[in-house]
């Protein structure tokens, strides 16, 4: 058993590490205000290969293995957790396209998105489905060469900045609920497709939003894998997108710990160091060995992915754990902080609202744990 990253995954992990902090971080604040993530940053990290780069070289991938791609995710989120969001979307998507899309349709679109041209985004929930994502009520139909698309799709991520989508649509009845599901490569400037935007408290550079369909025609090419397999292929690839989740919130929760471990040391009440005061420096302790243990979990689900062994509930132990967690990290260490903390030029207010919608999107906490449960009960 061998806990240590190669020589080639922590050179990787450095130079991330300071173009996070050189570049990402001091743009945090500004993306927020501005409520997008720059597309001249986002081909930046295209030129550096971060994006998808455990995707085939043939799409312009890097080979990387999937706990490298974890390592950048990581490094990123320190600096912007928002902008971490782009590379786990590019793995979450591009597994998809080059798993299950043609081979014209996946050289026609992969390259352009991992090297960061194009923005992908997935397109699953819908109005009246939230946490039963099998609920879908999209409609598919099939009229000649094409298939034209009806509905609306709700809450996601980027829906407003994105090129091109993997939307989810119901092909065959209601009844089928997930076996009557399949998945499309929509372009987003295709005719008929219109698209909201929210206000919310946070990840306000990612944004969410809704999507509508008016009888958008999609060439029936644009199915990927075969007809009502769609639910399927999503479910496989957010077992990976998890532990990247868990590694973005945490990466959050480790840079707060750095920065208040350091406050400890530098601040003075009573005469002494902050640091000397046990009511400040036990809970961060405490908080210190969770978070050490949930990146663990975190890579360790990774690790099973790219031996190629199940990982549904490391997955979901990811998806609850790291979200719920970084927020009580962030939350400690604002208060650790004083009022300096909660004021706004420091970046702990806006982790705390960042970090919070991962409580909710991709998975609640509740879903998770069924999995967890479903996974652990005898058969």
């Not at 840079?255 to 036990?282: C, I, K, P, V, Y």
Request: charged residues 20%; hydrophobic residues 40%; aromatic residues 8%.
């Amino acid at each position: 058993m061998n806990f240590a990253f190669t020589e080639e995954q922590d050179a990787i992990r450095e130079s991330i590490a300071r173009f996070s902090a050189d570049v990402l971080a001091p743009g945090y604040r500004k993306r927020d205000q501005a409520g997008v993530i720059e597309r001249s940053l986002i081909r930046q990290l295209g030129e550096m290969g971060v994006l998808g780069g455990e995707l085939p070289e043939e799409f312009g991938g890097s080979g990387l293995d999937c706990i490298t791609s974890g390592l950048i995710v990581e490094e990123i989120s320190r600096g912007d957790f928002n902008v971490g969001y782009i590379p786990l979307l590019v793995s979450l998507n591009g597994q998809i396209i080059a798993s299950h899309a043609s081979p014209e349709l996946a050289h026609a679109w992969l390259p352009d998105i991992i090297a960061g041209r194009k923005i992908p985004c997935i397109a699953l929930t819908e109005p009246h489905g939230g946490s039963d994502a099998a609920n879908l009520r999209l409609k598919a139909e099939r009229k000649g060469d094409v298939f034209v698309l009806n509905g609306e799709k709700t809450s996601i991520s980027m829906a407003d900045q994105a090129d091109v989508a993997v939307v989810f649509a119901r092909t065959g009845t209601v009844e089928q609920r997930a076996s009557g599901i399949s998945a499309f490569l929509v372009p987003m400037d295709l005719p008929g497709i219109t698209t909201t935007r929210f206000e919310d408290s946070g990840q306000r550079a990612i944004g969410r939003g809704s999507i509508f369909f008016d009888n958008v025609e999609v060439p029936a090419g644009n199915m990927m894998g075969a007809e009502g397999k769609g639910f399927k292929q999503v479910m496989q690839g957010f077992d990976y997108s998890r532990a990247l989740i868990g590694l973005q919130c945490l990466a959050v929760a480790q840079q707060s710990l750095d920065e208040t471990w350091q406050w400890l040391t530098e601040r003075q009440a009573f005469g002494q160091h902050l640091s000397a005061f046990q009511g400040l420096t036990h809970p961060l302790a405490e908080l210190q060995t969770y978070v050490q243990a949930a990146r663990l979990q975190c890579f360790y689900a990774l690790w099973l992915k790219d031996s190629k062994l199940p990982h549904n509930a490391e997955a979901a132990m990811n998806k609850w754990w790291g979200p719920k967690l970084a927020f009580d990290v962030v939350k400690q260490c604002l208060l650790a902080h004083g009022h300096t903390g909660w004021g706004e030029d420091l970046p702990f207010a806006q982790r705390l609202r960042d970090v919070l919608g991962l409580q909710i999107g991709d998975g609640t906490a509740q879903i998770m744990k069924n999995i967890i449960t479903r996974e652990y009960l005898p058969k």
